[in-house]
Nanobody, 126 residues
Framework: VQLQASGGGLVQAGGSLRLSCTASGRTFTGYSMGWFRQAPGNEREFVAAVSWSGSTTYYADSVKGRFTISRDNAKNTVLLQMNSLKPEDTAVYYC????????????????????WGQGTQVTVSS
């Protein structure tokens, strides 16, 4: 599975961005999808995840109520709508995919995902 993330950019605090991740190369039927981010000097951290059916979603506490994850399996695409952005949201955002149990612990763990894209930079200015 190859994952291509896009949609990052520079935005002022309070603004919005929509990230997109498209999978190709093989079927990703049944895969859960997650968004993680990594700021300079920090470890990669969980942002949001969605199950294959879309019926199960998880969010980091820091983004809950501001970010929304969704997917369109017909287009092999997962989206991350980011509203009310804050400077602390600045990071490289990665989409990741794999067969992941739909438990909170598993879907929040970067170690459960073995396919990821190149990342897209999100910069939020104050």
């Amino acid at each position: 599975v190859q994952l291509q993330a896009s949609g990052g950019g520079l935005v002022q605090a309070g603004g919005s961005l929509r990230l997109s991740c498209t999978a190709s190369g093989r079927t990703f039927t049944g895969y859960s999808m997650g968004w993680f981010r990594q700021a300079p000097g920090n470890e990669r951290e969980f942002v949001a995840a969605v199950s294959w059916s879309g019926s199960t979603t998880y969010y980091a506490d820091s983004v809950k109520g501001r970010f929304t994850i969704s997917r369109d399996n017909a287009k092999n695409t997962v989206l991350l709508q980011m509203n009310s952005l804050k400077p602390e949201d600045t990071a490289v955002y990665y989409c990741e995919a794999d067969w992941v149990p739909t438990t909170a612990q598993a879907m929040r763990s970067v170690y459960e995902y073995h396919y990821w894209g190149q990342g897209t930079q999100v910069t939020v200015s104050s």
